[in-house]
């Protein structure tokens, strides 16, 4: 596998569900990422991860809960979703976080909840 | 508040076309902004960006004009091809605070 990849690329969950998403990267990279992909919206930044520390969490609701265990992985527990959340999911790496390295992004995570 | 206000919503030119994206962003902490390009089923892929200290950036058929003082900068492509339909992303980072934000995006098709 090269790159950053996704598990699972769809999920369909009940609002009581519990599930999660797991992102892994393959290039070596110190900084992970996840966004939120909404029609007609602008890619939301949710969390920010530099060598396994979280640095940045923008007022994200805490039905979302990430873990990053190593720089190579990351998740995003679900639970008590709402309808509105229903979006893609997109983890990506870079070099660094937030600065002028490139960040590379999977193919993301269709969610559809219920 | 949209920090990054991008136009068109979407763009249809013929092949051979120049189409232009454009984004404009207020904090003037930002200091570089890369463009995204995104084809249906895939994460978005870094195509150019560019620092505040330059006007225009070019890589192959891909140029960046940006305005420091009108606060705005735009992405053109030169003689447009069918495989350049995809949707364009603008962005802007604040490498000092630590901050991301995206434009709406502008889904560009390609007429061959």
């Known amino acids: 596998e090269t790159g950053v990849t996704q598990t699972p690329r769809h999920l369909v969950m009940g609002m009581t569900n519990k599930k999660s998403l797991k992102c892994e990267q393959h290039?070596?990279?110190?900084?992970m990422y996840w966004y939120k992909q909404s029609a007609k919206k602008p890619l939301e930044l949710m969390f920010v991860?530099?060598?396994?520390?979280?640095?940045e969490n923008n007022s994200v609701p805490s039905r979302f809960s990430p873990e990053c265990p190593n720089s190579s992985h990351l998740f995003l527990h679900l639970h008590t979703l709402q309808p509105e959340d229903s979006a893609l999911y997109l983890c990506?790496?870079?070099?660094?976080?937030?600065?002028?390295?490139?960040?590379?992004f999977g193919p993301g995570t269709r969610l559809t909840v219920t | 508040q949209q920090q990054v206000k991008q136009s068109p919503q979407s763009l249809i030119v013929q092949k051979g076309g120049i189409p232009i994206i454009n984004c404009a962003y207020e904090n003037t902490a930002f200091d570089y902004f890369p463009w995204y390009q995104q084809f249906p089923g895939k994460g978005p892929a870094l195509l150019i960006a560019?620092?505040?200290?330059?006007s225009e950036k070019k890589e192959g058929r891909f140029t960046i004009s940006f305005n420091k003082s009108a606060k705005q900068f735009s992405l053109h492509i030169m003689d447009s091809q069918p495989g350049d339909s995809a949707t364009y992303f603008c962005?802007?980072?604040?490498?000092?605070?630590?901050?991301?934000?995206f434009g709406t995006g502008t889904r560009l098709t390609v007429i061959p």
């Open positions: 990506a790496s870079s070099q660094a976080s937030l600065q002028t390295y490139e960040q590379y």
């Open positions: 290039l070596g990279h110190n900084a």
């Open positions: 991860y530099n060598f396994k520390e979280q640095t």
């Open positions: 560019i620092r505040p200290d330059v």
């Open positions: 962005a802007a980072i604040s490498t000092g605070a630590n901050n991301l934000f």
